[in-house]
């Protein structure tokens, strides 16, 4: 299989400039945007599939692991300078995230996913409204909620948003970061920060699976990481600088993104 897709790339001129400057461009952005709210893949995922047609889609999508890994890495290191973790509590996070991702990603090789995106862009609406309308939504001072009550609701965060990430995917940050300021009491700087360390773990397992299945195509992989990690580092800066209300309304796009993103998919696919 390895083979048989390094002969394709090279017969199709993969390492095209144009073709190179349209994937980079596409991961620079979505590593600011993923920095700062999540939903990075939302931008990057669609182009690359757009520009790549010719490989089979899980090629695609293990590649662009590696953009996302490393963009979400240097971000991670900007949030962690100014944000405190409970790391005790994040490690029991994670690991639930990483099964429950695994799982998703089991029954996803079994059965559609098509059946939850109506209920998905039920849910994303709903969200937005409620986003916009409660101005102090991840704003307001992080609230003071007892250890056994944040780990019970940390638990629940990671479980539901971790099978997610496995079965449906897109916007997975942005699900982490809704759910740490909703059930943990998070500001948006502290839920971000959260989010991103999660992510590195699940993306993480994601690439030791497309590695071992040879799925990875690292003469496109490695540009785009290197512009993904450009992005995130900058959009990181930005949201430290700009605080919460910034994040808020980044938060808001993205949402109003995904929005489009599953409605595109309900209505027309």
């Known amino acids: 299989m390895s083979f048989?897709?390094?002969?394709?790339?090279?017969?199709l001129d993969f390492l095209e400039t144009e073709l190179l400057f349209y994937l980079c461009s596409a991961a620079f952005c979505a590593g600011f945007i993923d920095s700062i709210v999540g939903g990075g893949g939302l931008i990057q995922t669609p182009l690359a599939l757009a520009f790549l047609p010719q490989l089979p889609v899980s090629t695609v999508i293990g590649t662009l692991k590696i953009p996302a890994f490393s963009g979400?890495?240097?971000a991670t290191i900007q949030y962690l300078k100014k944000v405190k973790i409970d790391w005790k509590l994040f490690a029991i996070m994670a690991?639930?995230?990483?099964?429950?991702?695994f799982l998703g990603s089991h029954l996803l090789t079994i059965v559609s996913n098509d059946f939850m995106k109506p209920v998905l862009l039920f849910?994303?609406?709903?969200l937005a409204i409620y986003t916009i309308f409660k101005k102090d939504f991840g704003q307001a001072k992080e609230k003071d909620i007892p250890y056994n009550i944040a780990l019970i609701n940390g638990c629940i965060v990671s479980i539901v948003v971790g099978f997610y990430d496995g079965f449906i995917g897109p916007a997975t940050g942005t699900f982490f970061i809704l759910g740490f300021v909703t059930l943990l009491g998070m500001d948006f700087l502290k839920a971000n920060t959260n989010a991103k360390l999660i992510n590195l773990a699940?993306?993480?397992?994601?690439i030791c699976l497309f590695l071992i299945k040879g799925k990875i195509i690292w003469s496109i992989a490695l540009p785009m990481a290197f512009f993904n990690a450009l992005g995130g580092y900058i959009g990181a800066k930005v949201a430290i600088n700009k605080g919460n209300k910034f994040i808020r309304y980044i938060f808001i796009l993205v949402i109003l993104l995904s929005i489009c993103r599953f409605g595109y998919e309900v209505i027309f696919k």
């Open 4 to 11: 048989s897709i390094f002969y394709l790339c090279r017969n």
């Open 72 to 74: 979400t890495a240097l």
């Open 95 to 101: 690991s639930l995230s990483f099964v429950s991702a």
């Open 123 to 126: 849910i994303l609406i709903t």
């Open 202 to 206: 699940t993306n993480f397992g994601s």
